[in-house]
């Protein structure tokens, strides 16, 4: 198993940055696809953007451009930089891994388009993006 602490949020005006982390510990980081997701109030759970061990990246479609996906394999974070923030950036952003073998797209784009695959998950930050 994996256990997951994500940190970096905040408040922010548009057009802002922020970079999340998300710590790991637990047996074979490099084993886990990771990814980020986020939840607005009212709004369901939403895939942000995933990795796997080899880098290979898959993001969803409204954040393509101005977020950016990575890990550090070697100290077990997973990191997202945020760019260009919008108002619609708003929400609570978790940090998600699932098993996956190296170079395994088919399950980062999984992961990005059905949250629902992931199998371990943080606690989440709030992310404020105001207008």
């Known amino acids: 198993d994996v256990q997951l602490v994500e940190s970096g949020g905040g408040s922010v005006q548009a057009g802002g940055s922020l970079r999340l982390s998300c710590v790991a510990s637990?047996?074979?980081?490099?084993?886990?696809?990771m990814g980020w997701f986020r939840q607005a109030p009212g709004k369901e759970r939403e895939g942000v953007a995933a990795?796997?061990?080899?880098?290979?990246?898959d993001y969803g479609t409204s954040v393509k451009g101005r977020f950016t996906v990575s890990r550090d394999n070697a100290k077990n974070i997973l990191y997202l930089q945020m760019n260009s923030l919008k108002p619609e950036d708003t929400g609570m952003y978790f940090c998600a891994a699932d098993k996956c073998n190296p170079s395994d797209y088919d399950v980062v784009h999984a992961m990005v388009v059905n949250p629902n695959v992931a199998t371990y998950w943080g606690q989440g930050t709030q992310v404020t993006v105001a207008s």
């Open positions: 637990g047996r074979s980081y490099g084993s886990y696809c």
């Open positions: 990795l796997d061990s080899d880098g290979s990246t």
